[in-house]
Structure formats: structure tokens, C-alpha cells
């Protein structure tokens, strides 16, 4: 039984489950966590930060739109130094047209 479908596809079904179903599901949810950390890890120590200007530049928009971007947290930057930078991989997963968080 795969609980993780049944909740993201019918998030207001009642269910009645075995306790090894929710074992299985909890571990499930640890090993997708544990993996989608690690690779957030290995991102952030690797990825190259771009400034203002080049990102407007890649993404071909003016300031003003990083701004309300940066308040929508559509794309928000990293402050080095007093200065703001963006992360290189947010910006190509922006123009890839990737679902972007």
C-alpha cells in the first residue's frame, strides 16, 4: 500500500491502517527527507553564487522584478557580506521551467 499517493491524490480520505503500513509509511517519509537533505547539502556546497547583475542578465529581467520576486519568494537571494547574491542552480532551474520553491 502506498499511503503517500493515497494522501497527496485524496488528502480527506479517513483511512484505517496497519500498524506496519505506518511503520513502512513513516520510513518512507525518513528516507525521502534523509535524501532530499543530503542533497540540498551537497547543493549548497557546491553551487556558485551570481550577482545582481548577472542574474538579470541570465534571466533577462530588471531589477525590479528580482525585488518583487525576492518578496514573492519566487527567487530569493543570499546575503554575502551586506551584499545579495543568487544561487546559480535557482537560477537555472528558473529558466529550465522547472517547478521552482
Request: glycine letters at 4%.
Amino acid at each position: 500500500m502506498d499511503l503517500n499517493k493515497i494522501v497527496n491524490e485524496v488528502p480527506n480520505i479517513n483511512l484505517t491502517i496497519s500498524a506496519g503500513d505506518l511503520r513502512d509509511f513513516a520510513t518512507q517519509l525518513i528516507d525521502q527527507t534523509r535524501e532530499d537533505l543530503e542533497e540540498s547539502i551537497v547543493r549548497g556546497r557546491t553551487d556558485s553564487l551570481i550577482t545582481t547583475e548577472e542574474a538579470m542578465n541570465k534571466l533577462r529581467v530588471c531589477k525590479t522584478t528580482l525585488w518583487r520576486w525576492k518578496k514573492r519568494d519566487y527567487l530569493r537571494p543570499v546575503r554575502v557580506g551586506g551584499n545579495e547574491r543568487y544561487r546559480l542552480s535557482d537560477i537555472n532551474k528558473i529558466l529550465k521551467g522547472d517547478d521552482y520553491e
